[in-house]
């Protein structure tokens, strides 16, 4: 059950980063300037922040099993329409409608992990539904690149098809049946309204780098989305009836030590994978396909942290794994901010910084999900994923603007950048440090 809920956001993984590669292509395709194609990979994103808040209610509304199986039969139709696409404007409506599928599988599917398994192996479970994720920043640029070149931008969104009609039969055989849904529950409109435009907002606002900070825009754009947020936990708190996302779960010490790993985490590691790419493109001049042959050992040392880490962390709590997982992936960043290494170095440190992303990721969720009471289950999963989404956004809005604030060498550029992404990473470990230990 774990590989079939894991394999469809692997798909949605590969897809993300494959577009990438396409966008120059679509531009000549479609006859339009990079920035309007841009929001193919922008306004997925996007369509992703708006829909991820919601993943809570409707997988309790109407079950998980069924919101998880109708999302991937979203991103599936969404994915083929993108292929079919005869204009800009027309692979931007599909692709937002691919957004929503893709939005709503990767928390409805740690939904059903964390209700289908009992505390004493919810760690080793998310573990193991978080290792297959961890390959798709490998192959999409590795599958863009040669779809790309041999058979054109419109193969990456068919490539999703054959898997993903093979996930959905097997996925309704093997996953649980839905038990009873809260249909007495009203949705929370005010919050939808307040909540996902602020989300939205956040993450456009973030990606709105120029030169050495945000444009205008988006600042504007950040200053309104934290309003919207602020907004919304105001009316969260004051809301009789469960809202998108429950701000009270926060009270309790191992959501909220969990929930602050997930943000600081997402901030501090994830988004330095976006530093990787671009420092093997400029500083060491590899092409796409390099590029992704270059990332493997990070994504074989994420899977086999990920399979270390959940039986440990079952046996000796999240405190320690998720802590020891931080130390990994700091120590292998040191060695690309100090210059020229050998190239099998570099891949050594790679290995050992996805054994340390590993570590963190799937302890990290089951702890939030071990936090709460079974009927919780979902509104976690929307809070917690929202979180790392938005660390993610904000680290990665750092990192950019560090790497074009500065007037120096290359080398130079990447070396401070990636001393920035270390100490970032050392902040990861307060949080960490904060979780409750493990009961005897």
Do not use: C
């Given at each position: 059950m774990g590989l079939v809920l894991g394999s469809a956001p692997v798909l949605a993984g590969i897809d993300a980063t494959a577009v990438g590669i396409a966008l120059g292509d679509m531009a000549a395709g479609f006859q339009?300037?990079?920035?309007?194609?841009?929001?193919?990979?922008?306004?997925?994103?996007l369509g992703i922040a708006l829909v991820m808040p919601v993943s809570g209610w409707v997988s309790e509304r109407f079950g998980a099993r069924r919101t998880w199986l109708a999302a991937v039969g979203l991103f599936t139709l969404g994915s083929v329409l993108c292929g079919l696409a005869w204009s800009l404007p027309s692979l931007l409506a599909f692709r937002t409608l691919q957004a929503v599928g893709g939005g709503l599988m990767n928390p409805v599917g740690q939904i059903i992990v964390a209700k289908a398994a009992g505390p004493a192996v919810i760690g080793r479970?998310?573990?193991?539904?978080?290792?297959?994720?961890?390959?798709?920043?490998?192959?999409?640029?590795?599958?863009?690149?040669?779809?790309v070149e041999n058979a054109g931008w419109r193969w990456i969104f068919f490539l999703n098809l054959p898997i993903c009609l093979v996930?959905?039969?097997?996925?309704?055989?093997?996953?649980?049946?839905?038990?009873?849904?809260?249909?007495?529950?009203?949705f929370d409109v005010l919050g939808l309204a307040l909540l996902s435009p602020g989300l939205a907002a956040v993450v456009y606002g973030l990606t709105a780098v120029d030169g050495g900070g945000l444009s205008p825009a988006g600042t504007t754009a950040l200053a309104a989305g934290a309003a919207l947020i602020g907004w919304y936990v105001l009316h969260a708190l004051r809301?009789?009836?469960?809202?998108?996302?429950?701000?009270?779960?926060?009270a309790r010490r191992g959501f909220a030590v969990a929930a602050a790993t997930s943000f600081v985490a997402g901030a501090s590691l994830y988004s330095s994978m976006v530093l990787l790419p671009l420092y093997y493109q400029q500083i060491h001049h590899a092409d796409d396909l390099q590029v992704g042959l270059l990332l493997v050992p990070q994504a074989l040392g994420a899977a086999a942290g990920a399979l270390v880490a959940g039986t440990q962390?079952?046996?000796?709590g999240f405190r320690v794994v998720v802590t020891a997982g931080i130390v990994l992936a700091l120590a292998g960043t040191v060695p690309f901010a100090l210059g020229a290494l050998p190239g099998?170095?570099?891949?050594?440190?790679?290995?050992?910084?996805?054994?340390?992303?590993?570590?963190?990721?799937?302890p990290t969720m089951g702890a939030a999900y071990a936090s709460v009471?079974?009927?919780?289950?979902?509104?976690?999963?929307?809070?917690?994923?929202?979180?790392?989404?938005?660390?993610?956004?904000v680290g990665t809005a750092v990192l950019t603007m560090v790497l074009l604030g500065q007037d120096t060498a290359p080398e130079a550029a990447y070396g401070t950048t990636f001393w920035w992404a270390i100490a970032l990473s050392a902040v990861a470990i307060v949080?960490?440090?904060l979780f409750p230990r493990p009961r005897r």
């Open positions: 339009a300037s990079l920035a309007d194609v841009q929001w193919v990979a922008t306004g997925y994103l479970l998310m573990s193991l539904l978080s290792a297959p994720v961890t390959f798709a920043p490998v192959l999409g640029p590795i599958l863009g690149g040669v779809l996930a959905l039969p097997l996925a309704a055989r093997l996953v649980p049946a839905d038990g009873d849904t809260r249909r007495g529950d009203r809301k009789k009836t469960p809202p998108l996302i429950d701000v009270r779960l926060f962390a079952d046996r000796r099998w170095l570099l891949s050594l440190a790679l290995f050992v910084r996805g054994a340390g992303l590993g570590a963190v990721m799937g009471e079974t009927d919780q289950t979902a509104r976690a999963a929307s809070a917690v994923n929202v979180l790392n989404r938005i660390g993610g956004s949080p960490a440090l």
